[in-house]
């Protein structure tokens, strides 16, 4: 899966710029979060992502049914690292002059 950060476009946007967008996830990767409002409504990914993304979601379902205790150890584990990594939001005070 392609390591690209991911980029939020307004549907609207994304409409107006489809092809410029399809080509942006295609070639570079970067998955984009299609947002109204400001939420997020859908992500485009590219088809390799995507073919990832199923192939994972088959093991994880295999996982579950097969070792359900050692899926949600895992899962578990990796919500309380998903916690760790996440930034806190910058703040005025943090801004050095």
């Known amino acids: ?11 609207s946007d ?3 710029n489809m092809t ?10 970067t998955p984009v979060v299609l947002t109204r409002r400001d ?15 199923k192939a994972l979601r088959r093991l994880v379902d295999l996982l ?10 895992l899962l578990t584990k990796a919500e309380m690292k998903k916690r760790r990594i996440v930034k806190r939001p910058r703040r005025s005070e943090d801004d050095v002059l």
């Open 14 to 16: 994304a409409r107006a």
């Open 64 to 73: 579950k049914k097969e070792d359900p205790d050692m899926y949600e150890e």
């Open 39 to 53: 939420k997020p409504q859908a992500v485009l990914t590219s088809v390799e992502d995507y073919d990832e993304l």
């Open 20 to 29: 410029d967008v399809i080509a942006e996830v295609r070639l570079l990767g």
């Open 1 to 11: 899966m392609s390591q690209s950060a991911e980029k939020r476009m307004g549907v």
